[in-house]
């Protein structure tokens, strides 16, 4: 099954407001940056999206936020993005945060058809508020729902026609499991190799959870801190 579109704006078709989108990525590494631009342009508005970070002013997610396209952020950490300061404490942007590692189990595990789990991170905090706790071997469990989403978002490396998807570094984060949390998931890559092509031992994502893949061009590669020692 060839799953190749032309480019990130044939690969957003069938998206709605309302929907809740999850991305992967780091930071800035590891982010789909062509697929963000093109939703930020497509207008669609009153999104749930799921992403460990918001971007920051002007790029990645920042896009979305600065047009008003977000309604509600599930996020980790979001500290480097004053616009999303601002919309929150102004009450225009909901905000739902998550220890770093429950993100990624949460989303681990709606890609895994697990509709829950226990974690005793977050216990006796603002995190496991209004969540069932549950007591295992003497120790308190707060009970996570997993994360699904209606479209997701990943950028690889490497990837072939069929949607088989090799991450590079870095941008191994968050990526592998977000794209298997998607009913659609969209892959982009920085190289696209003919099917067969991959070594089956180097594939970190199988093509069975990817839709649509599509070259991605213009990567800008942001740093979103530097930081330099004095010689």
Same mark, same amino acid.
């Given at each position: 099954?060839?799953?190749?579109? !032309?480019?990130?704006?044939?690969? /957003?078709?069938? /998206?709605?407001?309302? *929907?809740?989108?999850?991305?992967? =990525?780091?930071?800035?590494? =590891? /982010?789909?940056?062509? @697929?963000?631009?093109?939703? @930020? ?12 970070? #918001?971007?920051?002013?002007?790029? =990645?997610?920042?896009?979305?936020? @600065?047009?008003?396209?977000? !309604?509600? *952020? ?5 500290? &480097? ?31 895994? =058809? ?8 977050? %216990?006796?905090?603002?995190? #496991?508020?209004? !969540? ?12 996570? +729902? ?14 072939? #026609? ?5 991450? +590079? ?18 892959? &982009? %890559? ?6 067969? @092509?991959?070594?089956?031992?180097? /594939? ?16 800008? +590669?942001?740093?979103?801190? +530097? ?5």
């Amino acid at each position: 099954m060839n799953k190749l579109v !032309k480019d990130a704006y044939e690969a /957003i078709q069938g /998206i709605q407001d309302g *929907m809740t989108f999850l991305f992967g =990525g780091f930071g800035l590494s =590891g /982010i789909p940056e062509n @697929s963000i631009k093109a939703l @930020s342009e497509s207008g669609v508005k009153n999104l749930t999206c799921v992403s460990n970070n #918001a971007g920051i002013d002007g790029f =990645g997610l920042g896009l979305l936020l @600065s047009n008003g396209q977000i !309604k509600k *952020m599930v996020s980790s950490y979001v500290g &480097e993005n004053e616009l999303f300061e601002k919309l929150y404490l102004e009450g225009k942007l909901e905000v739902e945060f998550n220890p770093q590692g429950t993100l990624a189990e949460r989303l681990r595990a709606g890609g895994a =058809g697990i509709p829950g789990f226990y974690t005793p991170t977050g %216990v006796g905090t603002l995190v #496991a508020q209004g !969540k069932e706790i549950k007591n295992f071997d003497g120790r308190d469990y707060v009970l996570e +729902r997993g994360i699904k989403g209606d479209f997701a978002f990943v950028k690889a490396w490497r990837g072939d #026609a069929f949607g088989n998807l090799m991450f +590079r570094k870095t941008s191994r984060n968050f990526n592998p499991m977000v794209a298997t949390a998607g009913k659609i998931t969209v892959a &982009e %890559v920085e190289e696209l190799v003919p099917v067969g @092509s991959m070594d089956p031992d180097h /594939i970190h994502t199988p093509a069975i959870y990817v839709q649509r893949i599509f070259q991605g061009k213009n990567y800008e +590669r942001r740093i979103e801190n +530097r930081t330099f020692r004095k010689g």
